[in-house]
């Protein structure tokens, strides 16, 4: 069985950009409390209606391939290898087009969390662009995830139990499991947008894969588990 694990990383478009209109509908629930006003300015990257995507990285879980899609801004012009990772510079929509090129043949995708961020943010900002998907991401939820059953395998979803025990980070998760944590080696979620200002577009690519090669890890130990 082919099987493909990702990860994307995201970012917002800045608070000035927006229109009023926009402003004030992002922080019609925040009233004059500063806090909320302040978080809601610092989550744009959240959601694909006010950020786009600027990485993804896959793995072939049979070949061993894999391959970062990024944004440098133009930055870098020709493709890399780097620890037998291929990485690949263009725009948000060339970063998709890939990305479907890559899943297109595969049975499964792996994620962890991606069906409550990955996959939604994907399909939003592939309508942006005009592009159609070449792989159900968002397929049914509660169909058998065991090993090879279900299109999508969540990771995130599996080790709660869809919300019957406590969901935990995957960087916990992984420190718990002794696998090495994407997070070692200094940058994290919060920090990317901050790198990409900066122009550091090399450090959140090999960061994105990490995140994948550890959520590889972790499958390959829930696959350990299961009783078929």
Not at 54 to 60: F, G, N, Q, S, Y
Not at 63 to 86: H, M, P, Y
Not at 122 to 128: A, C, H, N, P, Q
Request: charged fraction near 30%; hydrophobic fraction near 35%.
């Amino acid at each position: 069985m082919n099987r493909v694990v990702f990860d994307i990383e995201c970012v917002g478009v800045s608070w000035d950009s927006l229109p009023e209109k926009s402003q004030k509908s992002l922080l019609r629930n925040c009233g004059k409390d500063e806090f909320c006003i302040q978080k809601e300015k610092e989550s744009l990257a959240l959601w694909p209606v006010t950020g786009k995507i600027i990485t993804i990285a896959v793995l072939d879980t049979k070949t061993g391939e894999a391959q970062v899609f990024f944004d440098s801004k133009g930055k870098v012009k020709e493709d890399f290898l780097l620890d037998g990772v291929l990485y690949k510079s263009g725009d948000e929509k060339q970063i998709l087009e890939w990305f479907f090129e890559f899943v297109k043949y595969v049975d499964q995708i792996v994620t962890f969390s991606g069906r409550r961020f990955d996959c939604p943010y994907i399909i939003f900002r592939s309508m942006v662009h005009g592009l159609r998907p070449s792989f159900d991401l968002m397929p049914n939820r509660y169909g058998n995830n065991r090993k090879g059953y279900n299109p999508h395998l969540d990771l995130a979803d599996q080790l709660s139990y869809f919300g019957g025990t406590r969901r935990f980070s995957l960087h916990l998760i992984c420190e718990a499991l002794n696998i090495t944590s994407p997070k070692e080696e200094g940058i994290d979620g919060s920090q990317v947008e901050d790198f990409y200002n900066r122009g550091e577009y090399k450090k959140i690519a090999r960061y994105c894969m990490r995140d994948v090669h550890a959520t590889h890890e972790l499958m390959k130990k829930w696959d350990g588990v299961q009783v078929n």
